[in-house]
């Protein structure tokens, strides 16, 4: 009976009740899909970051983060390579020698971090050879060729075939300079990283850094990441002197935005529910003022005060109960379609580039933040519910029942 009674009472004003629903439908909408928004973009530059950047994990010897000095080389490097050969959840791995140092033109210099690499290993572990926009990824002959970024390349006012002076301390401590030809250019879409990396084959640069083939630095990529920490542990057992970092280690600063962002998320969506809260509790004591003669006569001939709170929250239930699920659908709808599609960021793409993030967003959102909301829209109609009922049980019958 309370179920009847309380279905037929939201109706009783049909355009009150449609209003509050389409709020309650708009704001949730509008809620998830700026959750699903944001996660796009993190999910995109975490995808950037392994795939291009950084990789699962990087091994390096404990001391060369610290020090940024190519005499810090990873002992035992061919024991990390014999594991890592035989772990099926390797996708690939790039030992690389890395040395930061000073490129010159003739018309300008910058700081920079130069990879030797392995030219087969290091596209199959970051795809380097599909970021190459001008030229070649290193030419089958040939020595001392490198590859720049084109912000390099602009700052340095530098084109293909050119060379530059790239100047460096090796492993025994010696000033090293030595000339390379620019024979490709990349861009990886993050400028920063762009502008701090260039690339040499590690051929060319093991014996001007006499490092003896020993690297500073492995990164490695995986075919599954739910087994990033066992590895990570594994690999961690081969040398004390050495030390293996995942991708969110080597970024502190992305680890932090995406532990923070459940949490700023939940404020958002916190502050909607809250501005639709006030519009439920509007509603429903509107509709109690409209009907306190009918309370008043409902509780003199026997309705109790648990009946009429069950009443009046199976009401306030209704009343969300059909608008949340048009706005989780509607939202659902969107993501899905913008995340096939995507959204462009027009005339936002420089600003992006810096951060690392793409100017192309594919929303997304996972199951259990459609649960989290969900929840959160059943405490906020319980709580919008209890002031009007309140009001509602403190009516006098007889008093009441006299109301015009």
Do not use: C
């Not at 690389?96 to 140092?101: D, H, M, S, T």
């Not at 590690?202 to 990529?221: F, M, T």
């Not at 509107?286 to 008043?296: A, F, P, W």
Request: overall charge neutral; glycine content about 6%; hydrophobic content about 45%.
């Amino acid at each position: 009976m309370l179920l009847k009674i309380a279905w037929r009472n939201i109706w009783r004003n049909r355009t009150r009740s449609l209003i509050i629903i389409i709020a309650i439908m708009l704001g949730l909408w509008a809620g998830v899909f700026l959750t699903g928004f944001s996660w796009g973009m993190y999910d995109s530059r975490i995808e950037s970051l392994i795939a291009n950047e950084s990789s699962h994990l990087q091994i390096h010897n404990e001391k060369f983060r610290q020090e940024y000095m190519s005499k810090h080389v990873i002992q035992d490097a061919e024991q990390y390579e014999e594991i890592l050969d035989k772990n099926e959840n390797v996708e690939a791995y790039s030992s690389r020698l890395v040395v930061n140092a000073m490129v010159a033109s003739s018309r300008s210099s910058s700081g920079i971090r130069v990879s030797g690499v392995d030219t087969t290993a290091e596209n199959q572990t970051t795809a380097l050879n599909g970021k190459v926009v001008e030229g070649d990824y290193f030419l089958p002959r040939g020595r001392n060729q490198i590859l720049v970024s084109q912000k390099t390349a602009d700052k340095l006012k530098l084109g293909l075939r050119k060379k530059l002076v790239i100047t460096f301390t090796d492993t025994q401590g010696e000033l090293v300079s030595a000339s390379f030809r620019i024979v490709g250019i990349f861009k990886s879409g993050n400028s920063a990283y762009d502008e701090m990396n260039a690339f040499v084959q590690k051929k060319d640069l093991d014996p001007l850094l006499k490092s003896n083939g020993q690297p500073q630095e492995i990164a490695v990529l995986l075919k599954d990441d739910r087994q990033m920490e066992s590895l990570q542990s594994e690999l961690q057992t081969v040398n004390s002197t050495s030390k293996v970092e995942n991708w969110r280690e080597l970024d502190p600063l992305m680890e932090y935005a995406i532990d923070s962002f459940d949490s700023s998320m939940q404020v958002i969506i916190g502050i909607i529910m809250l501005a639709l809260a006030f519009g439920i509790v509007n509603t429903m004591l509107m509709s109690i003022m409209d009907r306190v003669r009918e309370i008043g006569m409902l509780m003199a001939i026997g309705l109790n005060k648990a009946k009429l709170f069950v009443m009046i929250m199976l009401e306030t239930l209704f009343l969300s109960l059909v608008g949340a699920p048009l706005g989780m659908l509607l939202a659902f709808m969107t993501i899905f379609i913008t995340g096939k599609t995507g959204i462009v960021l027009k005339g936002m793409e420089s600003g992006l580039e810096m951060m690392g993030f793409s100017s192309v967003v594919y929303p997304a959102l996972l199951p259990d933040q459609f649960v989290k909301i969900g929840i959160m829209v059943l405490i906020v109609t319980f709580l919008a519910a209890i002031f009007p009922i309140i009001k509602a049980i403190r009516l006098d019958p007889a008093k009441a029942i006299r109301k015009v």
